[in-house]
T-cell receptor, first 113, second 113 residues
Framework: GEDVEQSLFLSVREGDSSVINCTYTDSSSTYLYWYKQEPGAGLQLLTYIFSNMDMKQDQRLTVLLNKKDKHLSLRIADTQTGDSAIYFCAESMDTTNAGKSTFGDGTTLTVKP | DTGVSQDPRHKITKRGQNVTFRCDPISEHNRLYWYRQTLGQGPEFLTYFQNEAQLEKSRLLSDRFSAERPKGSFSTLEIQRTEQGDSAMYLC???????????FGQGTRLTVV
């Protein structure tokens, strides 16, 4: 997506932390999402953060939001081989319409044993 | 609850033919979305319905594309006179109005030869 940018690839060793970064351009974005897509599968929502939050933690996942720089990151602690997938950052400006989002082009995470 | 299901999973068609895809959302969900995802890119919003009403269409949805949700349950996406550029994964998602999470199906992969 032209309004949401991500680095294309990330490779880590099993047990390390992974950090996937995303930048977005629209300052009116209200919700920011992270989705996971495994081969041949649809998108699975991992977590989301409101634009008035700085951080959200959910088990092994930590989302950091720097609203000033329009920068979002997803940290996966203790990365496992099952975490290998494409991760999409998405933004939504419509507080009542979660399904209408603008997606980045995805970061392919490869976890090496 | 079987989640969002899409049919068929794969479709190969000759250029110029018409194709129709079906999406069955989660039963109580009143919103239904169609996205297109080309290789190496993130999903791009096409259109969405609230119940049977089509509330928004992206400029990506050319005149050859039409979507319906006649009874507010399942939806169909038809592409007329397919072109090679229509080759993509077509994703459907559903949600409840006002909720923050949308659930995606596994998609229909269209190949136009």
């Amino acid at each position: 997506g032209e309004d949401v940018e991500q680095s294309l690839f990330l490779s880590v060793r099993e047990g390390d932390s992974s950090v996937i970064n995303c930048t977005y351009t629209d300052s009116s974005s209200t919700y920011l999402y992270w989705y996971k897509q495994e081969p041949g599968a649809g998108l699975q929502l991992l977590t989301y953060i409101f634009s008035n939050m700085d951080m959200k933690q959910d088990q092994r996942l930590t989302v950091l939001l720097n609203k000033k720089d329009k920068h979002l990151s997803l940290r996966i602690a203790d990365t496992q081989t099952g975490d290998s997938a494409i991760y999409f950052c998405a933004e939504s400006m419509d507080t009542t319409n979660a399904g209408k989002s603008t997606f980045g082009d995805g970061t392919t995470l490869t976890v090496k044993p | 609850d079987t989640g969002v299901s899409q049919d068929p999973r794969h479709k190969i068609t000759k250029r110029g033919q018409n194709v129709t895809f079906r999406c069955d959302p989660i039963s109580e969900h009143n919103r239904l979305y169609w996205y297109r995802q080309t290789l190496g890119q993130g999903p791009e919003f096409l259109t969405y319905f609230q119940n049977e009403a089509q509330l928004e269409k992206s400029r990506l949805l050319s005149d050859r594309f039409s979507a319906e949700r006649p009874k507010g349950s399942f939806s169909t996406l038809e592409i007329q006179r397919t072109e090679q550029g229509d080759s993509a994964m077509y994703l459907c998602a559903s949600s409840l109005a006002g909720q923050l999470e949308a659930f995606f199906g596994q998609g229909t992969r269209l190949t136009v030869v």
